[in-house]
């Protein structure tokens, strides 16, 4: 008995009722990495649930979506399916003309030994990545530390960096901290390279740049570089174009995708999947992966986490919550002017032009980080989906990883300077509540260090250098 439900497309907002219960597709476990002779991607204008039916039968990849309110899809399909396309009329343009080529030619710059080349010369491997995350720790002694989230489904470590100055925080036992992670989705490699790449231009910077300074100096970044990493793992061995995690769901079936299995919004229909063959399939609860577990119960544990981006490809980007649904968020003008500082300081540093927006520019997607962030935490919190726009999609050259680095390092700068610190009581509100918390933390701290003047005693005068930092966290 066929179940009517609602499928998913990886496309702008479009739903259509299907019919279930088409045999899955059985996962291939590969010898070798996939190959994908003679496919294409295509972007398709569908002027209906036909079209959309016919380009679905045709693809079993639905490649991210644009940003076009127009409502385009890509699809990656075999090239001798455009004769079909062409025959119902379906409006389509080919943006990658093979999808193979753009496979080789990564696969022999990947043949190159790691060591001999400068690390952003070209994407790593999970075991690259965690090397890379060591050397860091080894050349930035005092800022940097690498600390473990948890293990993934097949066991593996979950690593992540904290990342700060020595500089002692004000008024408390930790800095306020900005959450940075990528790499939900396994082929969205783009994503490692650009975080480790905005990562080590701050520490670079800090003795030249007086904003990676204060950056470093106030805040602690905590950089989750490969938050799926059997997804990542599979996506160097087997198949180049996987996305979700690697949990058996079935016989036939693996993988729950990350960016759905978090717990607010979880579950609609209208921005993900309960059919595990999906590429957006939820999972059979909230929370059900350990990898989702391991980043929200780390953000848990923190007492302030004030910033996050959960950092995608491609499209080039900043949706801004909510993901699962349409309505305003809470504090929407102050989200709004990060959002598009953001944006607006990728262009000035890259040229590059990202749109920012709600899901009314791409999709809804629900039970994802950025919701759980914002709506569990009450911090500002966006997904970015970085380069390119269509051209190579998840299979960007090696020449794009430093300028998507680039446009990553200019994003979480100009977040970081336009964060409103002052809503202390996390309503979304600045008034005199927030100033009243502030102060009460001067209990906890004069029982420290309260010596701010550096003159001896702790005393009144403290209290007033105290208070008067409270100045620097008003909202712009
Ligand atoms: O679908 C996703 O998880 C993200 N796009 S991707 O192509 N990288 O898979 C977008 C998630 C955020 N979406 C909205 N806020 N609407
Ligand atoms: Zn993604």
Redesign the pocket.
């Given at each position: 008995m066929q179940e009517s439900h609602a499928r998913w497309t990886c496309g702008a907002a479009l739903w259509i009722a299907t019919a279930a219960g088409a045999p899955a597709a059985p996962i291939p476990e590969f010898a070798e990495l996939a190959r994908f002779d003679g496919d294409v991607v295509v972007r398709v204008q569908p002027r209906g649930e036909a079209d959309l039916r016919l380009i679905e039968q045709l693809s079993d990849d639905p490649w991210?979506?644009s940003p076009s309110a127009a409502g385009s899809v890509d699809y990656r399909i075999a090239r001798d399916q455009i004769a079909t396309l062409v025959l119902h009329g379906v409006p389509f343009r080919v943006v990658i003309e093979n999808v193979q080529t753009l496979l080789d030619a990564e696969l022999a710059s990947r043949q190159q030994p790691f060591d001999d080349r400068a690390y952003f010369d070209n994407y790593a491997d999970y075991n690259g990545v965690s090397n890379y995350v060591n050397s860091l720790v080894a050349a930035y002694p005092g800022f940097v530390t690498r600390i473990s989230l948890g293990s993934s489904v097949d066991g593996r470590d979950i690593f992540a960096m904290r990342v700060t100055s020595p500089v002692p925080p004000i008024g408390g036992v930790r800095k306020p901290v900005v959450v940075l992670n990528s790499l939900q989705?396994a082929r969205?490699w783009i994503t490692v390279t650009s975080n480790l790449y905005m990562t080590t231009a701050l520490l670079n910077g800090y003795a030249s740049d007086p904003t990676a300074k204060s950056i470093l100096d106030e805040y602690e970044l905590v950089i989750v570089p490969i938050s799926n990493p059997d997804g990542y793992v599979h996506t160097w061995t087997n198949n180049r174009l996987w996305r979700k995690n690697r949990r058996v769901t079935s016989a036939t079936t693996r993988g729950i995708d990350l960016?759905r299995n978090w717990s607010v919004g979880w579950g609609l229909s209208s921005g993900s999947s309960g059919s595990l063959s999906s590429d957006v399939y939820r999972g059979p609860s909230p929370f059900s992966e350990p990898e989702t577990q391991a980043l929200s119960n780390y953000m848990l544990g923190v007492p302030k986490v004030v910033a996050h981006i959960d950092i995608?490809?491609y499209s080039q980007l900043i949706?801004r919550t909510w993901?699962y649904q349409y309505a305003n968020p809470p504090g929407l003008a102050s989200i709004n002017r990060i959002g598009n500082a953001m944006k607006n300081s990728i262009a000035a540093a890259t040229g590059a032009t990202y749109t920012y927006g709600g899901?009314e520019i791409?999709?809804?997607?629900s039970g994802?980080a950025p919701d759980w962030v914002f709506g569990t935490l009450g911090a500002f919190s966006v997904?970015a989906?970085l380069r390119d726009t269509g051209a190579n999609g998840f299979v960007l050259p090696t020449s794009f990883i430093i300028p998507t680095g680039e446009d990553v390092l200019a994003m979480v700068k100009s977040m970081i300077q336009k964060l409103c610190r002052a809503d202390f009581t996390k309503d979304n509100i600045v008034d005199d509540a927030d100033f009243v918390q502030f102060a009460a933390s001067y209990d906890s701290f004069i029982t420290n260090s309260g010596d701010l003047t550096g003159d001896g005693t702790t005393d009144d005068a403290d209290f007033v250098l105290f208070a008067g930092a409270y100045d620097q966290f008003l909202c712009p």
């Open positions: 991210t979506c989705h969205e960016n995608h490809s949706l993901g899901s791409l999709y809804l997607a994802t997904t989906e």
